[in-house]
């Protein structure tokens, strides 16, 4: 059982920049590949970044490429999205997710436990 929780949305400009951090309960951390998804209102969640188990590059949805990145601290099982260059379209919830497979996931079904989300809103 693995328990996630999110921190460091909020309100920034457009042009702006903010760090989410997920914290991972467990000692097993090291075995997930972890993801951060994003909801809009009205619109379906949707896959933003991953990191799979090693220490390595993440991997992006094509709208966040260039702008966020994603990192994970094993030793304090932790995961970052770091987000530079925000929109007012990157306003949504975002999520933490952790999921057992080795094949860099992507897919919500990949994912067997979720955070509780955090807001991010992008005003223009």
């Known amino acids: 059982q693995v328990q996630l929780v999110e921190s460091g949305g909020g309100l920034v400009q457009a042009g702006g920049s903010l760090r989410l951090s997920c914290a991972a309960s467990?000692?097993?951390?090291?075995?997930?590949?972890m993801g951060w998804f994003r909801q809009a209102p009205g619109k379906k969640r949707e896959f933003v970044a991953g990191?799979?188990?090693?220490?390595?590059?993440?991997y992006y949805a094509d709208s966040v490429k260039g702008r966020f990145t994603i990192s994970r601290d094993n030793a304090k099982n932790t995961v970052y999205l770091q987000m530079n260059s925000l929109k007012p379209e990157d306003t949504a919830v975002y999520y933490c997710?952790?999921?057992?497979?080795?094949?860099?996931?992507?897919?919500?079904?990949?994912?067997?436990?979720w955070g509780q989300g955090t807001q991010v809103t992008v005003s223009s």
């Open positions: 997710a952790a999921g057992s497979s080795y094949y860099a996931p992507r897919d919500i079904q990949d994912f067997e436990y």
């Open positions: 467990g000692r097993t951390f090291s075995t997930y590949a």
């Open positions: 990191i799979r188990q090693s220490i390595g590059n993440g």
